[in-house]
Structure formats: C-alpha cells, structure tokens
C-alpha cells in the first residue's frame, strides 16, 4: 500500500475541512434551532464534552498505533466485521457527500443559477471529484491544505465585519428552554463535531504516528473555536435568528456585514471559496472510500474507480428531489448518522477491542 | 523575336524546363545514390591513430571530406628535433583558431631551426654510469620524440596527447589544433582557441537597476567564468558533459560542493547523461528535456541571463546548468514562487521587494482570470457589479452587436495577435504596428461600435499586467489558461472559474521540480506554512530554503550584523 | 500510449459537449436582456389590490458621430395594479420585453396607507427574492409611492441609482433621519423584544409646508424650502409590529438616535440663557454610547438613560467669552434641560402613544428571564406603555470654532 503520508498539518486540515462545509451550509442553523439564545453555552459545552471523547478516544487508539478502525474491526472479530465495518464508513462518507453536495447545490443553484438544472452543478462538482483521484492522493491533501486556511481565514473574516451589531444582551435568556434542554439533550449537539470520523482512519497515514493526538486536540480546538464564534456571532447579532431559519446562516451573516459598505455583494467572493471548500471535501471523501474498498478486497490500484463513486454519489443526489423534505433528512442524517456511528459503533468497537487486547494479552504469556 | 513566334507563344504556350527537385527517399533506388567511402574500409569502425602519418592524413581527408570542405586546414610540414627532420601536419578549423598563436608558438618552433631543435642531444644521453666488475653499465635515455616534443618544443600552456581520433576531432570542432607527427600514434592536442565571440553586455529580458548589468553569452567557457567571478570559491564545481549524438554540445553542471545535496546532484547528473538526442541546440530544448512533469505549461525549470542570478541560486544550494550556444542558464530545482522573483528584489529593501511580490502576485491573478471573471460576472452575477458600473457597461454595449463571449474572446485573439505580430516584423517598425494595433484599432472598432470600450480596458490591463510577471514562459502559460478560464466563466459563471481554479490548484500541487513538490513555499511538508513567499530583509535570511536539504542549512549567523552588537 | 491519448480525448470531447450542450440550452441572463430596478413602490391599489411601481433606468449610448461618446442614464417609474408583487413583476417582463430583476435596486418606498394596513406580507416576500437586496433603504411615503418615485430626481446628481446610494446617508451629518434597511426592519418585526422604524419620506410642495418656530421639529415634506417640487425625506415612520402607528419629527429623530447610540452628528438649536441672544446653535455629538438600563418594577419597566454629549458652539454674537467658566457652564445646563425634556418627550411618545420599542430597550429585559416560555409570558410588547423613563443627560461643551472670546469688556 503506497499511502501518501500526511504531516500534522495536512492532518488537521483533513479533519476541519468536512467541519467547514457543515458550518458554511446548516450546522449553526440546527445548534440555533435546538438551542436558542443558550446556543453559544451549548457549544461551549460541547466542545469540552468532545475534548473529553477526544482524549478517550486517544487512550483506546494507543494500543493500536499505525491501525485505522477497518484494521482494528479486523483484529476484534475477523473478516465479517471488517467488512461490515467498511461499508458502513463507505456508505456514511458516500451519504455525507451527497448531502453535502446537493444542499450546496441546491443553494447555489438559488442564489446563482436559477436557469440551471441542479444536476449541472452537482456535474461539475464531481467532475472535479474525479479529477482530483486521477491526479493524485498528494495533490488532494495539498491543495486541501491550501484552501482550509483561506477558508477558515474568510469565515473569521464574516465574524470581523458584523462586530458593531453584536450586543451581549441578546444572549438572554440565559436558557433557552430550561437548563436541562441545553445540558442533556443539548449533548447530541455534539455531532457537530463529525470530522473526527477521520480520525479513526488517519493514523496509519501520518508521518510521525506519535502525533495523533497533536492533531486531534488541534482539530477539536479549531473546529470548537469556530464553531462558538459562529453561534456566537448569530446570536449576539441578530435577534430573530432562532425565529427565523434561513437558507445558510453563513450567507446571511455575510449580506448583514458591513462589508457590502466596501463591495457590492461580498458574497460572491465568500460562495467561491466556500465551493472550493466543498470541492477539497469531495475529493476527500472520495479518496477515503476509494481506501476503504481497496482495503476491503485487496485490489491494487482503486483510483480509477472514481469514475464510479462519483457516479454513485450523483445518482443517489439526483433521487433525492423533494426540497423541503430532503432537508429535512440531511439533517436528520447528519445528527444522528454521526452520533450512531463515529459516537457509537467506532467508540463500541474501539473498547471492545481494548478489552480483547488486554484479555488476549494476560492469556498469551 | 519574331511576331509569329510571340502568337504562337500566346496560343500554343510550351512548358519551359524549370528546375525540379524531390528528396531522394529511402525507397528509392540504391544504385542511384553516389557511394564515397572505397578507400578505406570500416572507416567507422577506426578508433586509434594510426602511425603512418600518411594514412592518418588520407583519413582525415576521407573523414572531414577536405576536398570540398573549405574551412578545415591541413597544415604538412617538417618538423626539426634534434637535427633530425620528421614530416609532420597541423589540423585546424579556419576561422576557430588563433592565427597569430598557431604562427608564433606551434609553427615557428617547430619547423624554423634554433637553439632548441637543432641541439642533438648526444652529450646527455647517459643518464648514470655504473662500473662493477669492470663492467660499465650505462643507462641511457632513449631519444622519445613524443615526450621531447612535448617537453621542450611546444611552449604552450595546454596541450594534451590524445590517442584516439574521436577525441582529436571532438577537440578540433571546438577550436583546438591537432599535431600529427610521422611515426607516433598518438596526436597533440593544442589549445589554440581564438574564435569571435559576442561581448559580454548587458542583459536585455532582465532588467535591474541597482545591480550588476552583464548578461550570459553564447561560448560556455565566458559564461563559466562569469560565474565562478562572482562566487570566488573553490567548492564550486563546474562538471563539463555533451549532450547530443550529432552536436556533441557542451554542457556544464555547476554545483557548490559544500551546500548542495548530493542526492540532487546526482540526480541532476542522471538526467543529464541520459539523454538520447540527436543535437541540443539551446537550453530551452534542455529545460524541456530535463523537467519531471512534461505534460503541465507550467514553467519548471528557472531560466536566467543573469550570472549573478545564477550564482545567487548556486549559493543557496541549487544547481546550474550551461549549454553552450544559449546565453540562459538554467536552475533547478525550482518552486512557483521563484518565478514571480525578478533579480532585483535582492537588491532593494524588503520593503520594496515584497510590495512588488505582492502586486507581481496581484497581476499574475489579474491576467489569469480578469477576462474570465469579466464574463462571469456579466453572464452570471450582475448584482456583483456597482451599480453605476453595471449602467456604464450596459449603455457603452447598447450598440454592440456580439455577446460579451464572443466580443471578448476576439479581442483577446487580436491582442495576441498584435502581440505576436511586433515581435516578428523588424525592430524599427515593432514598436510602431503595436501603436497602431493598440491605440487604432481599438480606437476604431470602439467608435465604430463594434466593441465596447469597458472590453478594450479589460483586454488592456491584462495585456499589461501579463509583462509584469518575470518569468517568460509563467507569462506564457498565463496567457494560454486565461481562454480556458474565459470559458469556463461563460459555462457555470464563478463557479467554472472555481472549477478550473482548482484543477490548476491540484495540478501545481501535484508538479515537482527535482523531487521539490512544485507548492512548496506555502506548504513546505515540515509544519510550517507560508513561509518562503516574502523576501526577509537582508539581516533575516538566517537559513537556506527548506525543500533543498542543503548540507549548510544556515546561510549567515544569527547576528549578521556583528558591529551593532558586538557581545552576541 | 496512443490509446491512452485517444481515450482521454474521447473522454474530454464527451465532457465538453455535455457542458456546452447543457448550459447553453438554459441561457444565461446576459447584462443586455435585463431591465434594471433602481426603485420600487408599493401603493394601495384599487379594490384593496396593490399597486406596483418600478423605477427602472433606462441606458443609452449617445454617439456625436466624432471619437467622444458618452453614456447617460436616465429612468422611468412604471406602475401596475397587481395582487402580489411577483405577479406585478411578471406583468412587468411581458411588456417591457426585458427580464425585470431587482438584484440592484436600492429603495423600497412604501405609501402611509399602505403600512398603516401591515406590511410584513411585502417584506416576508421580498427577503425571500433572492435578487432584492436587504441593504436597501426604506421608506414611508406620506404621499403615493408612485408620485414619490416620480419627483425623486435629485437636485445635484444626475443619476438616480447613486443618488439613492447617498442620499439615505445624509442622516450621518443632519441626524433628522435614519439609514434604515429593509434587513433591520425585517428582523425588527421578526423579534419579540423589539419594534421597526422606517425613514420617513413625502414629497414636499408649498401645499404641505409648514413653518415653526422649533428647529428641525419638521416631518417630512414640511420644510418650507422654496425651488422645484421635489421629494424630501426627514424623520421617521414609527411601527408596532408590522404597522404603521405614527410619525417622528426630525428633532425627535435626533432624539431617538441618542437613545439608541447611533447618532453620528447633529444640529440643534437651544433657547440661550445669555441675553444678548435668543437662540445658540450647537453641533452635538455622542461622547459615549448612552447607557440604557432597564428594572422591572412590579413588572412594568423602569427605564433609565444616561447620555453623555458633547457639543460645541456654532452660532455667535460679538459679546460671548467662552474662556468664563460661568458662560459655559450655564450654557451646559441650559442644553441638558433642553435635551431632558425633549428626550422625556420623546420617550413617553414612543411608550404611551405608540407602544412601540423603537430603542431596543426590550434586550435589556430579557435577563430578567431564566427561559424562553417566561418570556413569552411576560409578553414585552404588552409592557412596554407601562414604561417610566428616567433619562440624565451631561453635556460637556468642548469649545467653539475659531473664534473664542468675543466680549470687549474683557480686553478693557
């Protein structure tokens, strides 16, 4: 297997980079909607509640340094979980991609293209998607390298320029809908936090395995960071935003800012880098199952598969047709298919396979 | 001429023989082809000179086909050595050679009799004398004649004895003379040089104005020279090798033994050695040869006429190679942003060099995607326009019969167009058609409502901020995306332009110079991002650059400047 | 090798022809198939419908035949009567014969009738139309929207489309008005806490003016200015909730932009209490944002207000020296008693006579509630009549111009 070895950089972007897309197109709007003017204690508390997965997850992971989770479900119960294991990471990408993508589309085909089918941009999108596997493994993880700061940098950048509407009076009620609400079901809130999926897989693919939790404690930070700043701003900012939902709170922040002082319709520079966000993602994710299958039945080269999963990715988007409900189930998957999955079974199954070790180790000697 | 003759020519016109001529093909007639070689037999397969002076000259008769080849000199004369004669013969290229030099210290010591070759020797030809057992044994030198002649006929500084013909041939090509002498199979290889060569000037594509003003020339040697002038240290190395089954062209390899990575050098030296061409004629032909990714427009390779360029690259580790006949050199292995780095930044505060890296940046952006972003956004994204901009560019096309892609993609054609024609007409008028082109044409086609003017400010700033990039061929390469991006902006708006930027993106991610991955200013693999686009003021440049692995990581002390602080 | 190369052509010719043929089949809006909305109103058309009124701007190339050809825009207002606004708009695109689009429109101009009804129906739509642009300022007309758009030539532009870019922002330096966009408003009606203004605009001819005695206590179209019917826009339209429940004049604009801190600059005019002069001139502005605190006594709200000014002297006679300390401070209190009383005024206007919160002061009740089902029962809007004001004004008079000390006693 000739993987491509990633610094701590590149690793950090990896895992950020599906967060971006996420705050960019719905995250904020479903923390808002649960959690009202209480968003942002919300958020703080889960970024400590997932620092604390974190370093769990951490200690599992020691015993099993240089193994990603297909290796690990390997090791705990043979072929079959393997298996299963892989295809369930391949259908959580495969599904994340698509939603990812067709909400993307569906918002650019709004704001930008409304003469276009939505298919067209989903084309484009994929297109790129193949590209990039054909180029290369190195060029996907670079370029992603290049545009997560920018990203990051243009998102920070929103958050300057709504500053004089920010009143800190807005965020009373201090709870929203009660204290329990905000601390006890709040606490699913932490799927907010899905790109640590990435991190069951990219241990052996560091260039010093003794890193991972640099890049994990890096990536929760910067990703809690943004996240409260986000909420933060929303809330601080605009008054009826937990009344309101709109198509992207991102967008909204954005024609609200005092930028439009200076250009005309900042946005369109924002949309652009977004879509180069979402195109690194695609890559990303399309080289992760690339990965995962090749890993599943030892075919030598899987890059020209490609061709196929995206195609796959486009004709599951293209089922889903009915707006409002497919909203609906984006979001629905996003919560609960991360909570169930990177929250869930890959946390079962990394204790499980503690145990196995620990029992198996006592025995053996 | 006859009036009849002159009808009949009107009305029964004969054909007139005129000349005619077709490549004889391979499969033509064998027959028809005129042979040469009889006299010798296998005349490719001789490798040694041979003894007999006379067969060595009907050799080189045969070989250099002296009979119609004018420029090449067979010089018989007899030579004098210790009183003795021996025939002997000089070969040169006419025209490549020190006349004087040749007359005065290879001709004159040879064959006019002195003190020198007349002196035979006799008196000193025991070198020891033994007496045992009334037996005298004396060892006596044997009279060499090829040692003598090297020894003490030829006062020259750099003659070689070769025994082969390739190498004598190799050596007369390039300027040297050759001495046969009967009985000896080996041939003296006198440096003799003298040809005429361009002086060292100026340079004329890179211009600076505070440094030094002399620009690489045509003949490798001057360009050596100029080189190691400025780096004056005897851990440069300058490796000569030919590239070329046919023009056996000079190349050289320089390196600083001490700071540039070995592995890299060697590379560099693998490339170079295999490289199965016929002939190589300039550096840019070489430049194509030697880069890893072939495929991509994106430059690869640095190209400079600058010695002091050269010798900065040199210094921090990486490698120079010179082709004889071009006046550029080249240097791997190089990153995106060396191409936006002219020789003046520095040169200058860094103050200044990174304000001009920035624009030189901002133009590069504005060239690539100007007119592609210009369809876009009126195609697409009206409301991304100010207002009162948007209304001056819808009145100023209310007579404009074409789409803005077509009106734009022809004037982009014309500007090139325009361009490509200044550079070939003769310099006195170049200057001119570009007036005309710009300035009347466009004058014209605005008034005459064909195009708009806000088309013609576009086409114009980018032709403009297309020659403030440095790099010729990064220029080039501008100028050819640009159309794929003007495309892509009239297919799906910004976000086409967002496609092709990041195929661009992946592909220069994706590119390596040398084994240096092309990005690697701004993602160096070690941590660090961002480093490396921006000159560090002069006092800063602590460490040489990341990605060569040099063997000297550290170009200057942390202090540099030890007189502001002396106890540090 | 060669089949690699023709297989990726092969690949490249069917992407290409996929992208060309599916993109020029929908079209694209080009720049010179759209007709350009610098305005809009809205009216109260016959039989309850809407009446729909566009600004558009119209462009021409004028071409004197020699190299110099310039560009002039002008505009045309066009109205409809329509049940909806997209339906208005629809009606538009079939006889103009170009796509209307809204995405550079800068005004929304909307008749008193009209918001006395309830607009929010207008701007729910309006923020859903991706083209319209939620910077935009609006209005409320005092006279027909459509006759509004008509008259609103501007006076030095040439231009309307900038003219609408600048003319909003006037209020930095008068205070008589406020920059309101339609994105503030909107989210004014959408919270519980809190009411919406508009600027208020009419256009002003000798009918309408009136003449006071009180500076800058003018509504719109009542400034007695003598030239050329033209439109004017001067104080603020009041809502509560999504309707229109009353005006404020320019003084107490001013008033409101203290209130709530947003008071750039402005002008006003105090009785004076040195006898040469009747009236001193002052050029206000806010030297601290003011500090609004708010109790909820038996749950009606005790608002208390503090502002900080600082002010300097614009209008002199000869017999002032600013140098005493006596001057200055008398003419200090004389401007916090008058900025007292017309504040207190103000207040209990928007209280009493409006029930609307117009100054945010509801985000400063909120902390008084552990969670949002408190909150709505508490029921701010119905509290806020109920309101006592306890406004402290301070105002620190920092100099005059460049003149100081005028008094010829003091140089005797």
């Known amino acids: 297997m000739n993987y491509t070895k990633l610094g701590n950089f590149e690793a950090i972007c990896l895992i950020v980079v599906l967060f971006i897309n996420h705050i960019v197109l719905n995250l904020p709007q479903m923390i808002l909607n649960s959690s009202g003017s209480a968003s942002t204690i919300n958020a703080i508390y889960i970024l400590i509640l997932v620092l604390l997965f974190t370093i769990l997850i951490l200690k599992l992971l020691k015993n099993f340094i240089g193994l990603d989770i297909i290796d690990i479900s390997e090791y705990l119960g043979g072929k079959p979980l393997k298996i299963i294991i892989g295809i369930l990471s391949i259908f959580y990408l495969i599904f994340e991609t698509v939603f990812l993508l067709r909400m993307f589309s569906k918002n650019l085909l709004l704001v930008y293209f409304q003469n276009y089918p939505v298919s067209f941009i989903m084309f484009l999108f994929l297109f790129i998607g193949v590209v990039s596997n054909i180029i290369g493994k190195k060029s996907i993880i670079k370029s992603n390298t290049i545009i997560v700061p920018i990203a990051l940098f243009s998102i920070l950048f929103t958050f300057i320029f709504v500053a004089d509407l920010l009143k800190i009076e807005r965020s009373m009620p201090i709870f929203y809908n009660g204290a329990s609400q905000i601390f006890l079901s709040g606490a699913s809130n932490i799927f907010a936090f899905n790109g640590l999926f990435f991190l069951f897989f990219i241990s052996p693919l560091l260039n010093k395995k003794e890193d991972t939790s640099k890049v994990a404690f890096w990536s929760v930070l910067i990703c809690g960071i943004f996240l409260i700043l986000s909420i933060t701003t929303l809330v601080f900012a605009f008054s009826d935003i937990y009344t309101v939902s709109r198509l992207s709170p991102m967008y909204f922040i954005i024609i609200n800012s005092r930028l439009s002082a200076f250009l005309e319709r900042p946005e369109v520079i924002f949309i652009f880098i977004w879509t180069l966000a979402l195109m690194s993602f695609i890559n990303i994710a399309v080289m992760f199952v690339l990965n995962i299958f090749k890993k599943l039945t030892n075919i030598k080269e899987a890059k020209h598969l490609a061709v196929t999963v995206c195609t796959i990715i486009f004709v599951i988007a293209m089922l889903l047709n009915h707006i409002f409900a497919f909203e609906t189930i984006a979001n629905y998957f996003y919560k609960y298919g991360t909570l169930i999955l990177v929250f869930g079974i890959f946390t079962l199954l990394l204790i499980s396979a503690n145990i196995k070790k620990k029992f198996f180790n006592r025995r053996s000697p | 001429m006859k009036f009849t003759d002159t009808l009949k020519k009107i009305f029964f016109p004969t054909e007139e023989p005129t000349h005619h001529f077709t490549m004889p093909s391979s499969n033509d007639d064998i027959n028809s082809s005129i042979s040469t070689n009889v006299e010798i037999e296998n005349i490719d397969e001789v490798k040694e000179i041979f003894p007999s002076i006379d067969v060595n000259a009907e050799y080189i008769k045969v070989k250099y086909n002296l009979l119609i080849n004018n420029d090449i000199i067979l010089r018989e004369f007899t030579l004098n050595a210790r009183n003795k004669q021996y025939r002997a013969f000089l070969l040169f290229v006419d025209g490549m050679i020190d006349m004087n030099l040749v007359n005065d210290y290879v001709l004159k010591p040879l064959m006019l009799r002195n003190t020198a070759n007349s002196f035979d020797g006799n008196q000193n030809q025991v070198i020891s004398e033994a007496v045992t057992n009334n037996i005298t044994v004396r060892k006596v030198k044997k009279f060499d004649i090829k040692e003598y002649i090297l020894n003490s006929l030829l006062p020259q500084n750099n003659i070689k004895v070769k025994s082969e013909f390739k190498d004598i041939f190799a050596s007369i090509n390039s300027g040297n003379c050759a001495l046969f002498v009967d009985t000896l199979n080996i041939a003296f290889d006198i440096d003799v040089k003298g040809f005429k060569l361009r002086s060292v000037s100026k340079p004329e594509n890179e211009v600076v104005i505070r440094g030094p003003q002399e620009a690489f020339i045509e003949n490798i040697r001057v360009n050596t020279t100029l080189i190691r002038r400025i780096i004056n240290n005897e851990n440069l190395i300058i490796e000569n090798m030919q590239i070329g089954s046919l023009s056996h062209t000079a190349c050289a390899l320089c390196y600083m033994k001490n700071i540039a990575n070995d592995d890299l050098v060697a590379e560099a030296k693998y490339r170079l050695n295999n490289i199965n061409i016929d002939y190589l004629i300039s550096s840019g032909q070489l430049e194509q040869l030697i880069e890893d990714n072939s495929k991509y427009s994106l430059p690869q390779v640095i190209a400079t006429e600058r010695p002091d360029k050269a010798a900065t690259h040199l210094l921090e580790g990486r490698i120079v190679i010179l082709v004889n006949g071009s006046p550029y050199a080249l240097v791997v292995p190089a990153t995106f942003i060396d191409f936006l780095e002219s020789p003046e930044d520095n040169n200058i505060k860094f103050q200044f060099a990174n304000l001009l890296k920035i624009i030189r940046i901002a133009a590069l952006m504005i060239t690539l995607l100007l007119p592609g972003i210009y369809v876009a956004i009126t195609s697409f994204h009206q409301e991304f326009i100010p207002t009162e901009l948007l209304f001056a560019i819808v009145a100023s096309r209310a007579t404009v019969p074409f789409s803005i892609i077509f009106e734009i993609i022809i004037m982009e054609l014309s500007f090139e167009l325009i361009r490509e024609a200044g550079l070939r007409v003769p310099t006195p008028i170049g200057p001119t058609l570009g007036i005309i082109g710009a300035l009347i044409i466009g004058q014209a086609a605005v008034d005459a409502g064909i195009v708009s003017p806000i088309l013609i400010i576009i086409v114009a700033i980018t032709g403009i901020t297309s020659f403030a990039i440095p790099d010729y061929y990064l220029a080039f390469h501008c100028r050819v995306s640009r159309f794929a991006y003007i495309i892509l902006g009239y297919l799906a708006g910004l976000l086409g332009i967002a496609v092709g930027a990041f195929i661009h993106l992946l592909i220069a991610t994706k590119i390596q110079s040398f084994g240096v991955s092309y990005l690697d200013s701004y993602i160096p693999s070690k941590g660090k991002i961002f480093t490396g686009i921006f000159t560090a003021p002069t006092w800063k440049r602590e460490k040489r650059a990341d990605f060569l692995d040099t063997k000297k990581a550290e170009k200057q002390e942390h202090i540099s400047m030890k007189w502001k602080y002396p106890n540090q | ?232 826009t001067m104080g603020l339209a009041v809502f509560n909730d999504d309707k229109l429940v009353g005006e404020l004049n320019g003084l107490e604009s001013i008033c409101h932009l203290i209130i709530s801190s947003k008071l750039e600059n402005a002008q006003i005019r105090i009785p004076s209490p040195i006898e040469q002069l009747n009236y001193i001139d002052l050029y206000i502005e806010l030297d601290n944002n003011t500090k609004n605190s708010l109790y909820l006594v038996n749950s009606s709200p005790y608002i208390t207000s503090n502002v900080k000014l600082t002010a300097r002297i614009q209008s002199l006679n000869g017999n002032i020296n600013l140098d005493d300390e006596k001057v200055v401070s008398k003419i200090e209190n004389y401007a916090e008693q008058y900025l007292k009383y017309h504040l207190n005024n103000y207040l209990y206007k928007t209280s009493k006579e409006f029930n609307a919160d117009i100054d945010d002061f509801g985000l400063y009740s909120l902390k008084y509630f552990n969670n949002i089902s408190d909150l709505e029962e508490y029921n701010w809007n119905h509290h806020y009549k109920d309101a006592f004001f306890n406004v402290n004004v301070d105002v620190e008079l920092r100099s005059s111009y460049l003149l100081v000390n005028t008094s010829k006693e003091e140089e005797e």
């Open chain 3, 1 to 232: 090798m060669n089949h690699k190369v023709q297989k990726f052509f092969a690949i490249l010719i069917l992407t290409i022809l996929l992208i060309v043929s599916s993109s020029s089949y929908y079209g694209i809006k080009g720049i010179d198939n759209l007709a350009y909305v610098v305005a809009i109103g809205l009216d109260v058309g016959k039989d309850n419908k809407l009446k729909l009124s566009l600004q558009i701007s119209v462009h021409q190339s004028n071409e004197n035949g020699s190299s110099s050809s310039s560009q002039s825009s002008s505009a045309v207002v066009n109205s409809i009567e329509c049940p909806s606004i997209n339906s208005g708009i629809s009606l538009f695109n079939s006889y103009l014969g170009k796509e209307v689009t809204l995405s550079h429109c800068k005004v929304l101009v909307i008749s008193e009738e009209l918001a006395a009804k309830g607009i929010s129906e207008y701007l729910f739509t309006l923020t859903n139309d991706i083209q319209f642009r939620t910077d935009s300022n609006i209005i409320i007309s005092k006279c027909d929207a459509e006759n509004f758009l008509k008259y609103s030539a501007p006076l030095l532009d040439k231009v309307s489309a900038r003219y609408y870019d600048i003319a909003p922002t006037s209020s930095e330096y008068t205070g008589y008005t406020e920059s309101i966009t339609c994105n503030e408003f909107f989210n004014a009606i959408n919270d519980k806490i809190s009411d919406p203004v508009a600027i208020l605009g009419s256009i002003n001819t000798p009918d309408t003016q009136k003449t006071t005695n009180e500076n800058s206590a003018y509504t719109a179209g009542q400034t007695p200015i003598s030239g050329e019917t033209s439109v004017e």
